[in-house]
């Protein structure tokens, strides 16, 4: 498969990325013994019963609308499902039952967080959450002694019923009284990272995008990417997206507002909905010819294009920075060709240095090169 630029240049298509994407802990030095699944990333959601936890994975992962989420039966055994399958980011997430008592025999806690990359812990913050600290204190020091290199990331969830000054007072307070709890456990040392969240609008999204960035070793070389590529393209802000399931896997180090992240998750629906609809292959509805320009009345344009087969690249910029759309376009190829080469590369050479810094010095050279 081929992509021609606006000059009729072809450069070889990207495609998706290979399989040993090479993330987490355990793809470092995997067990031949493990079968494929069960050696990736694995992520944890955890919390107590009706948090909201398999409402979380159905919204971000399936596509299922919040209100559908109303009347989902309680987990009563953990439900493993392999996210690889559908998208470009590959993981694991272990949804376990809000009741599972740690101390029960049947609760192989080696084995749940042993291999585990994150943990997510929910607390429905529209009911009192004083049971849901202890279980977090719990939860936390029990993981943590299996396995210290564990990521703990605390969703204050159900926040669409509560008022802007709500949220703050009680993002504070929890924040307070779990690191007090961890305190009193002497594992002050520990860092925990909390979101506001809602299946009701993106926060819960963008959330989830942080968490796996997390996991994403090569998450520095994108951001040095995407700042390379939007500083020589006039670009005020771009995220690089897992389509399939709205996820930013890297932004550039600009601060994100929930607007703009907003404004493109919709974009990337309108353009799977316009593609799905009009689209002429029924098995594709992204592919490398996918590219999309939204003006909007602010002056301001939206810039999708595809990356890999479950990647795109979305842009903000000013309209007259997008007069000068082939220099973008030409600084995006030499970006695409960065990307791949930062995964390629690192397949070829495992075990010895991954080559990010050839990638970045690649794309340095061409978006100078274009400015000349
Ligand atoms: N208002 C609001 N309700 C939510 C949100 N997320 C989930 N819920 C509701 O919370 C209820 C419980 O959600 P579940 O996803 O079943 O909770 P769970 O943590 O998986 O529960 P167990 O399986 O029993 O452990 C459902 O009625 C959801 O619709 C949210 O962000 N806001």
């Not at 013994?33 to 936890?53: D, Q, T, V």
């Not at 070389?221 to 390379?228: A, G, K, M, S």
């Not at 974009?267 to 009009?278: E, F, K, L, T």
Request: charged share 25%; net charge negative; hydrophobic share 40%.
């Amino acid at each position: 498969m081929a992509f021609a630029d606006d000059d009729g240049a072809s450069t070889s298509f990207v495609g998706s990325f290979p399989k040993g994407f090479g993330y987490g802990p355990e793809d470092q030095d995997p067990d031949p013994a493990m079968s494929e699944s069960e050696s990736k990333p694995r992520i944890l959601l955890m919390g107590l019963r009706r948090s909201g936890k398999s409402s979380i994975q159905k919204v971000v992962f399936h596509k299922v609308s919040p209100n559908e989420t109303l009347f989902l039966e309680s987990t009563n055994k953990i439900v493993k499902e392999d996210v690889s399958n559908s998208s470009f980011v590959q993981f694991q997430i272990w949804d376990l039952p809000g009741h599972l008592n740690f101390f029960d025999s049947a609760f192989d806690s080696e084995h749940i967080f042993g291999g585990c990359g994150a943990l997510i812990f929910v607390i429905d913050a529209q009911d009192d959450y004083v049971d849901a600290l202890a279980k977090l204190r719990q939860t936390v020091s029990k993981a943590n002694k299996i396995n210290p290199k564990l990521k703990f990331e605390v969703f204050i969830h159900k926040v669409d019923g509560l008022s802007d000054d709500h949220k703050i007072e009680t993002q504070r307070d929890i924040h307070q009284r779990a690191y007090d709890d961890l305190a009193d456990a002497g594992l002050e040392n520990l860092h925990l990272s909390f979101y506001l969240t809602s299946i009701y609008d993106h926060s819960i999204f963008e959330a989830f995008s942080k968490v796996v960035q997390k996991l994403i070793p090569q998450l520095p070389t994108l951001e040095n990417l995407l700042n390379i590529f939007i500083s020589n393209s006039g670009i005020e802000k771009a995220f690089l997206f897992e389509v399939v399931s709205k996820i930013y896997i890297a932004t550039d180090s600009s601060p994100v507002d929930m607007q703009s992240y907003e404004l493109c998750c919709d974009m990337i629906d309108v353009v799977i909905d316009v593609s799905c609809i009009y689209g002429t292959r029924d098995d594709l509805t992204f592919d490398d010819s996918s590219y999309a320009i939204i003006k909007m009345n602010n002056g301001t344009i939206l810039y999708l294009r595809e990356v890999t087969k479950y990647l795109a690249l979305v842009c903000i910029l000013r309209e007259d920075s997008f007069e000068r759309q082939g220099l973008i376009d030409y600084n995006f190829l030499c970006f695409r060709e960065a990307i791949q080469e930062v995964f390629e590369v690192r397949q070829k050479m495992q075990g010895s240095q991954p080559n990010s810094e050839n990638a970045t010095n690649l794309v340095n050279g061409l978006a100078e090169k274009s400015q000349s």
